[in-house]
Nanobody, 119 residues
């Protein structure tokens, strides 16, 4: 089964940028639709953005449209989230998610990476 490892979190001031990366270990990257979720303290985990296995289609939550960009490079076994114009309400733990859409189904999560945006 796939293993996911996030990196790139940190602390920035409002208006700043961060780029998150998710390394896709084992299995075949293109067999998975992937996404980024986030969870703030006291809140439920919510979808930020998703991307299909081939990267041809993306989906964004309304609260990040125009600011965040999701992408993937299957040859490098990686998925990315470029976050621009960050706001304090973007603070939370960001999780990489993979859902297998070819053959045997399964849903997998990374360990999460903290993003903190100060005003």
């Amino acid at each position: 089964q796939v293993q996911l490892v996030e990196s790139g979190g940190g602390s920035v001031q409002a208006g700043g940028s961060l780029r998150l990366s998710c390394a896709i270990l084992r299995d075949i990257p293109r067999a998975y639709t992937m996404g980024w979720y986030r969870q703030a303290p006291g809140n439920q985990r919510e979808l930020v953005a998703s991307i299909t296995g081939t990267g041809t289609a993306t989906n964004y939550a309304d609260f990040v449209k125009g600011r965040f960009t999701i992408s993937r490079d299957n040859a490098r076994r990686a998925m990315y989230l470029q976050m621009n114009n960050l706001k304090p309400e973007d603070t939370g733990v960001y999780y990489c998610n993979a859902e297998r859409t070819v053959g045997m189904s399964g849903t997998y999560w990374g360990q999460g990476t903290q993003v903190t945006v100060s005003s």
